[in-house]
Nanobody
Framework: GVSLVESGGGSVQAGGSLRLACTAS????????MGWYRQAPGNKCEMVAT???????TYSDSVKGRFTVSPGNTKNTVYLQMNSLKPEDTAVYYC?????????????????????WGQGTQVTVSS
């Protein structure tokens, strides 16, 4: 089967950095487009960044200039470098894999929306 596992979450102070990793088994990121999403309590699931299998990226306005999505050296790892973190970045962060993920609409941050999803990793930013 297919499995996506996020890692690298944690607690940091505002202005700090974290790097999240998404490691997949059962699929190759050469064949899928990848997305990072987040959901805070009481908030909707929102797109954070996407990475196409050709290397093009998109970012939400709220993270543009602070977050960077990039492929790993292996075909099954994608990273999200998060700098200048703010308290409003606090959320559970998920990675997802789907063809043309950048055009997908999210609601639940789960496979009820589309494709393959990880279980999420908590990021907490304190002021």
């Amino acid at each position: 089967g297919v499995s996506l596992v996020e890692s690298g979450g944690g607690s940091v102070q505002a202005g700090g950095s974290l790097r999240l990793a998404c490691t997949a088994s059962g699929i190759s990121f050469y064949d899928y487009d990848m997305g990072w999403y987040r959901q805070a309590p009481g908030n909707k699931c929102e797109m954070v960044a996407t990475l196409s299998n050709e290397g093009s990226t998109t970012y939400s306005d709220s993270v543009k200039g602070r977050f960077t999505v990039s492929p790993g050296n292996t075909k099954n790892t994608v990273y999200l470098q998060m700098n200048s973190l703010k308290p409003e970045d606090t959320a559970v962060y998920y990675c997802a894999a789907e063809y043309r993920v950048m055009y997908m609409t999210v609601r639940t941050c789960s496979e009820d929306d589309f494709g393959f999803w990880g279980q999420g990793t908590q990021v907490t930013v304190s002021s």
